[in-house]
């Protein structure tokens, strides 16, 4: 069973999260001398009412919110990792592949995360939602490399350290899968041939 623990975010995980962005406010607060910063406010605002949406299980009302924060601060890592934990929610039964799935969207602002976020957390959380969306499309190579890149980040991730061996265990089965019908098609090939052989052996018998 793949372990999905912090693939999106869990209750816990957004209390984590929501705590970074109070503690974020309030030294931009005191660094601004106390002065009111009315954007920011706001983009904390649209996080935290996102929240509370995505722990209810409206996920696309959490996602319009997210995308409210973003309006006010389209560089805030807390809002594009919330935003991509609410499309992961909605993918549903879309297969994993198509244009339409917003796991496609997920994965791109998941990428973009782990390559430029300074928050080791979302870093961490974004390697490990790229390992679960390359699982479910069965890229076990890909899944592999991003969970291993989130144990580099945190090496007590048991999740990832789970979901890694499954992975692992995946790609060997799915090579021997390929083994196996590599040699089917020999000697099916081979048949083939002989079935060929022997038709014009026999063609030739006759003339």
Same mark, same amino acid.
Not at 39 to 66: C, H, M, P, Q, W
Not at 129 to 149: T, V
């Given at each position: /069973?793949?372990?999905?623990?912090?693939?999106?975010?869990?209750?816990?995980?957004? /209390?984590?999260?929501?705590?970074?962005?109070?503690? !974020?406010? /309030? !030294?931009?607060?005191?660094?601004?001398?106390?002065?009111?910063?009315?954007?920011?406010?706001?983009? %904390?605002?649209?996080?935290?009412?996102?929240?509370?949406?995505?722990?209810?299980?409206?996920?696309?009302?959490?996602?319009?919110?997210?995308?409210?924060?973003?309006?006010?601060?389209?560089?805030?890592?807390?809002?594009?990792?919330? @935003?991509?934990?609410?499309?992961?929610?909605?993918? $549903?039964?879309?297969?994993?592949?198509?244009?339409?799935?917003? !796991?496609?969207?997920?994965?791109?602002?998941?990428?973009?995360?782990?390559?430029?976020?300074?928050?080791?957390?979302? @870093?961490?959380?974004?390697?490990?939602?790229? $390992?679960?969306?390359?699982?479910?499309?069965?890229?076990?190579?890909?899944?592999?490399? /991003?969970?291993?890149?989130?144990?580099?980040?945190?090496?007590?991730?048991?999740?990832? %350290?789970?979901?890694?061996?499954?992975?692992?265990?995946? !790609?060997?089965?799915?090579?021997?899968?390929?083994?196996?019908?590599?040699?089917?098609?020999?000697?099916?090939?081979?048949?083939?041939?002989?079935?060929?052989?022997?038709? @014009?052996?026999?063609?030739?018998?006759?003339?």
């Amino acid at each position: /069973m793949l372990y999905y623990a912090k693939s999106t975010f869990s209750a816990n995980k957004i /209390m984590q999260i929501r705590q970074f962005a109070t503690i !974020l406010i /309030m !030294l931009i607060s005191a660094i601004n001398c106390y002065a009111e910063d009315t954007s920011t406010k706001k983009e %904390r605002n649209f996080i935290k009412d996102g929240n509370e949406k995505y722990e209810s299980g409206n996920y696309s009302d959490a996602e319009v919110l997210y995308k409210k924060a973003l309006e006010q601060n389209g560089m805030s890592d807390i809002a594009n990792f919330n @935003k991509a934990s609410a499309l992961m929610k909605q993918s $549903g039964n879309t297969p994993a592949d198509s244009p339409n799935n917003p !796991l496609v969207v997920a994965d791109s602002i998941f990428n973009a995360l782990s390559q430029s976020s300074n928050n080791t957390q979302i @870093k961490e959380s974004s390697y490990y939602n790229l $390992g679960n969306i390359a699982f479910d499309k069965q890229d076990y190579q890909k899944s592999i490399s /991003m969970y291993k890149h989130a144990l580099r980040i945190n090496p007590n991730n048991d999740d990832a %350290r789970d979901n890694l061996r499954l992975a692992q265990l995946k !790609l060997k089965e799915q090579q021997n899968n390929k083994d196996k019908n590599k040699d089917k098609n020999k000697d099916q090939d081979k048949q083939d041939n002989k079935d060929k052989q022997q038709n @014009k052996d026999n063609q030739e018998n006759q003339d």
